[in-house]
């Protein structure tokens, strides 16, 4: 197959890589469509050959081109291959290169998309159905003819793998674009006449990207808390929505404030199939007098919808977007700015008490959701909830009383900026989060993005990271918006505009400080478990992987900044080497980054021949591995070691 290059961008990523995830007034309508990283092939996965099976959709264009800012951000794929998407909406060109084996997802070259994805199905006889899906810039287009008993014609545009350009995840990328295709197959099956491929077959292989969470009466109250979300489809045409699909997971997550002692507690309210009953029965929290409760969300497709219930969104005061169809994508929240000011006038009073994060074994401070060491193009987004879901699709809680009961449940939870630092970089660093009772299991310690938001805001560091106003979640058709961002702001304690910094500023900061301090702690993440194995080897790989997407998602070559990753060494799909643009030291004892020795290495597939071997990854001389890794299988939610629930949180 030819080969197709990755440059530029998204976590998470979004597609376990890609982590993702924003709408533009379009979550009713049409669908962006994303490319699923794990295969990093997307596009008419069901034309039907013989009414069964599917067409070829011909060759990859052998052009090169590179994802404009493309970037997959497959996003971290989360635990299990959760899904961060982060979709680019404007068009750029991206200058980072990184290799993959043909189809499954990079090229070189430069090229230019527009983020424009969309998605449509429709059945031909019994031939089955047609999609066409949108790509990241710079991959073929083909045409397949299926003969049989039936035929149908898929006109296919494949993309780029997430994880060969990684981080929903964070990114599914909207850039489109074409090559040549090298070649049309035809391919012709033999089934019989009976079979039949539908629609829903397609779905089943590009999860409906955007749903809808039924919220329940007085969701601020005991009762509210412990009724389960509602999860269904925003439009049933596009395929059903399924809490138990990590694809599509949905997640609630709340932090509930006692006025009269300064208290904090934690509480995951459930989210079930509509029309289903829970694996178990919630617990029912017993919350204090005049108790303050924030609620947020988070989801591993690409935009989530609240819809009320007997006045449940204003009795919430929960707040998804713009409105009238306009949501963030991933993140919303109901009655965080009134437990923010609760809390802190606590502060203010004495009565609550927020823990400094230390110092890291670095010598330097411990991060923070507002550190620009760890922001990515979407910062404060998701939450670190986790359920169970059995073999028949059934959720719980995730407590010690469920995870006893339910012998062999699966783990979903929702890659996030908050998990990330929580579960991986914190211990990676000799760090520990700020955690509180967690209400629903016995009160075992655990996180939230509440208890991350205000540590982050009573210690943070100059410069501070505030949402920009480029957050790929806060624009409006593409185009930013200063009430869209101060409304996401509102629900993570930040302050409005002007406040912060310019998304020229932020993007330079976010580039230099986040590619010096990766490299000074390189000793102290490359042997750290991968928050997603099928997207990089390494905590290390993955961190330089979601800059390097971060970068294009933010469209920060718009204003005149070089990617600070200049190449990604790929073993397959995953990003096994980083070299940076700049050269930092490590400041802790080790061997370093074996790859940034290649910087001086001239000519891009020269550069990444030397990044795979200076990993012990034989190259083939074309800057791709000789025997590339086959993709790993997705499991249940890793975790770096014991049972981080009780010390931390989840995953980014």
Same mark, same amino acid.
């Given at each position: 197959?030819?080969?197709?290059?990755?440059?530029?961008?998204?976590?998470?990523?979004?597609?376990?890589?890609?982590?993702?995830?924003?709408?533009?007034? &379009? &979550?009713?309508?049409?669908?962006?469509?994303?490319?699923?990283?794990?295969?990093?092939?997307?596009?008419?996965?069901?034309?039907?050959?013989?009414?069964?099976?599917?067409?070829?959709?011909?060759?990859?264009?052998?052009?090169?081109?590179?994802?404009?800012?493309?970037?997959?951000?497959?996003?971290?794929?989360?635990?299990?291959?959760?899904?961060?998407?982060?979709?680019?909406?404007?068009?750029?060109?991206?200058?980072?290169?990184?290799?993959?084996?043909?189809?499954?997802?990079?090229?070189?070259?430069?090229?230019?998309?527009?983020?424009?994805?969309?998605?449509?199905?429709?059945?031909?006889?019994?031939?089955?159905?047609?999609?066409?899906?949108?790509?990241?810039?710079?991959?073929?287009?083909?045409?397949?003819?299926?003969?049989?008993?039936?035929?149908?014609?898929?006109?296919?545009?494949?993309? /780029?793998?997430?994880?060969?350009?990684?981080?929903?995840?964070?990114?599914?990328?909207?850039?489109? $674009?074409?090559?040549?295709?090298?070649?049309?197959?035809?391919?012709?099956?033999?089934?019989?006449?009976?079979?039949?491929?539908?629609?829903?077959?397609?779905?089943?292989?590009?999860?409906?990207?955007?749903?809808?969470?039924?919220?329940?009466? =007085?969701?601020?109250?005991?009762?509210?808390?412990?009724?389960?979300?509602?999860?269904?489809?925003?439009?049933?045409?596009?395929?059903?929505?399924?809490?138990?699909?990590?694809?599509?997971?949905?997640?609630?997550?709340?932090?509930?404030?006692?006025? /009269?002692?300064?208290?904090?507690?934690?509480?995951?309210?459930?989210?079930?199939?509509?029309?289903?009953?829970?694996?178990?029965?919630?617990?029912?929290?017993?919350?204090? !007098? =005049?108790?303050?409760?924030?609620?947020?969300?988070?989801? =591993?497709?690409?935009?989530?919808?609240?819809?009320?219930?007997?006045?449940?969104?204003?009795?919430?005061?929960?707040?998804?977007?713009?409105?009238?169809?306009?949501?963030?994508?991933?993140?919303?929240?109901?009655?965080?700015?009134?437990?923010?000011?609760?809390?802190?006038?606590?502060?203010?009073?004495?009565?609550?008490?927020?823990?400094?994060?230390?110092?890291?074994?670095?010598?330097?401070?411990?991060?923070?959701?507002?550190?620009?060491?760890?922001?990515?193009?979407?910062?404060?987004?998701? +939450?670190?909830?986790?359920? #169970?879901? &059995?073999?028949?699709?059934?959720? !719980?809680?995730?407590?010690?009383?469920?995870?006893?009961?339910?012998?062999?449940?699966?783990?979903?939870?929702?890659?996030?900026?908050?998990?990330?630092?929580?579960? @991986?970089?914190?211990?990676?660093?000799?760090?520990?989060?700020?955690?509180?009772?967690?209400?629903?299991?016995?009160?075992?310690?655990?996180?939230?993005?509440?208890?991350?938001? #205000?540590?982050?805001? $009573?210690?943070?560091?100059?410069?501070?990271?505030?949402?920009?106003?480029?957050?790929?979640?806060?624009?409006?058709?593409?185009?930013?918006?200063?009430?869209?961002?101060?409304?996401?702001?509102?629900?993570?304690?930040?302050?409005?505009?002007?406040? %912060?910094?310019?998304?020229?500023?932020?993007? %330079?900061?976010?580039?230099?400080?986040?590619?010096?301090?990766?490299?000074?702690?390189?000793?102290?993440?490359?042997?750290?478990?991968?928050?997603?194995?099928?997207?990089?080897?390494?905590?290390?790989?993955?961190?330089?992987?979601?800059?390097?997407?971060?970068?294009?998602? #933010?469209?920060?070559?718009? @204003?005149?900044?070089?990617?600070?990753?200049?190449?990604?060494?790929?073993? *397959?799909? +995953? +990003?096994?080497?980083?070299?940076?643009?700049?050269?930092?030291?490590?400041?802790?004892? %080790?061997?370093?980054?074996?790859?940034?020795?290649?910087?001086?290495?001239?000519?891009?597939?020269?550069?990444?021949?030397?990044?795979?071997?200076?990993?012990?990854?034989?190259?083939? *001389?074309?800057?791709?591995?000789?025997?590339?890794?086959?993709?790993?299988?997705?499991?249940?939610?890793?975790?770096?070691?014991?049972?981080?629930?009780?010390?931390?949180?989840?995953?980014?």
């Amino acid at each position: 197959m030819p080969v197709v290059v990755i440059a530029a961008v998204g976590i998470a990523m979004a597609s376990p890589l890609h982590h993702h995830h924003h709408n533009n007034n &379009n &979550n009713a309508g049409g669908a962006v469509a994303c490319a699923n990283p794990a295969t990093g092939v997307s596009g008419s996965t069901a034309a039907g050959a013989a009414g069964a099976a599917n067409g070829t959709g011909g060759a990859a264009g052998t052009g090169t081109s590179t994802i404009a800012q493309g970037g997959n951000y497959g996003g971290y794929g989360g635990y299990g291959g959760n899904t961060k998407h982060h979709h680019n909406h404007a068009t750029a060109s991206a200058t980072t290169t990184s290799s993959m084996a043909a189809g499954t997802g990079m090229n070189t070259g430069t090229g230019a998309g527009t983020a424009t994805g969309t998605t449509t199905g429709m059945t031909t006889g019994n031939g089955g159905a047609m999609a066409t899906t949108s790509a990241a810039a710079g991959i073929g287009t083909g045409t397949g003819t299926n003969t049989g008993t039936a035929t149908s014609t898929a006109a296919t545009t494949t993309s /780029a793998a997430a994880a060969a350009s990684p981080s929903a995840t964070k990114a599914c990328a909207t850039a489109t $674009a074409t090559a040549t295709a090298a070649a049309a197959a035809t391919t012709s099956a033999t089934a019989a006449a009976a079979a039949t491929t539908s629609a829903a077959a397609a779905a089943a292989a590009t999860p409906n990207p955007n749903c809808t969470l039924v919220v329940p009466p =007085n969701p601020l109250t005991a009762q509210g808390l412990a009724t389960p979300y509602q999860f269904t489809a925003t439009n049933a045409a596009m395929g059903p929505c399924h809490e138990a699909n990590i694809n599509q997971s949905a997640f609630v997550q709340a932090t509930v404030y006692d006025p /009269a002692t300064g208290a904090l507690s934690i509480y995951d309210p459930l989210v079930v199939d509509m029309g289903t009953q829970p694996a178990a029965a919630p617990v029912v929290p017993t919350l204090p !007098a =005049n108790a303050v409760v924030g609620i947020w969300f988070g989801f =591993n497709a690409t935009n989530l919808t609240l819809q009320d219930s007997n006045g449940s969104l204003a009795a919430g005061k929960c707040v998804n977007g713009m409105g009238a169809g306009d949501v963030f994508g991933q993140f919303a929240y109901c009655n965080s700015p009134a437990f923010f000011a609760a809390v802190n006038q606590g502060i203010q009073a004495g009565m609550v008490t927020v823990p400094n994060p230390g110092t890291a074994t670095d010598g330097q401070p411990c991060e923070t959701l507002r550190d620009f060491a760890l922001i990515d193009q979407d910062q404060s987004d998701n +939450v670190t909830t986790a359920y #169970l879901a &059995n073999g028949n699709g059934q959720i !719980a809680q995730k407590t010690a009383t469920t995870a006893a009961a339910m012998a062999g449940a699966t783990t979903i939870s929702n890659p996030s900026d908050n998990g990330l630092l929580d579960a @991986f970089v914190d211990p990676a660093l000799g760090c520990a989060p700020w955690t509180a009772p967690d209400l629903a299991n016995n009160n075992t310690p655990t996180t939230s993005l509440g208890l991350d938001e #205000l540590q982050a805001n $009573a210690f943070a560091h100059t410069p501070v990271a505030l949402v920009p106003a480029n957050d790929p979640m806060t624009l409006v058709n593409g185009n930013m918006s200063n009430t869209k961002t101060n409304l996401y702001r509102a629900g993570v304690d930040q302050p409005p505009l002007p406040a %912060g910094e310019s998304p020229a500023v932020y993007c %330079g900061d976010m580039d230099s400080i986040q590619s010096a301090r990766l490299q000074q702690d390189v000793n102290l993440l490359i042997n750290q478990t991968s928050p997603n194995a099928a997207a990089a080897s390494n905590l290390f790989t993955f961190l330089g992987m979601r800059l390097q997407q971060s970068f294009g998602n #933010l469209n920060c070559q718009n @204003f005149g900044l070089k990617n600070p990753v200049t190449t990604l060494g790929m073993n *397959g799909n +995953v +990003v096994v080497s980083v070299v940076f643009t700049q050269m930092t030291n490590a400041v802790t004892a %080790g061997a370093g980054n074996p790859a940034q020795k290649c910087l001086n290495t001239a000519g891009a597939t020269a550069q990444m021949n030397c990044a795979l071997t200076a990993v012990g990854v034989a190259a083939n *001389g074309n800057g791709q591995a000789m025997a590339p890794m086959p993709m790993p299988t997705q499991t249940a939610t890793p975790r770096p070691s014991g049972d981080m629930r009780k010390h931390s949180g989840h995953h980014w």
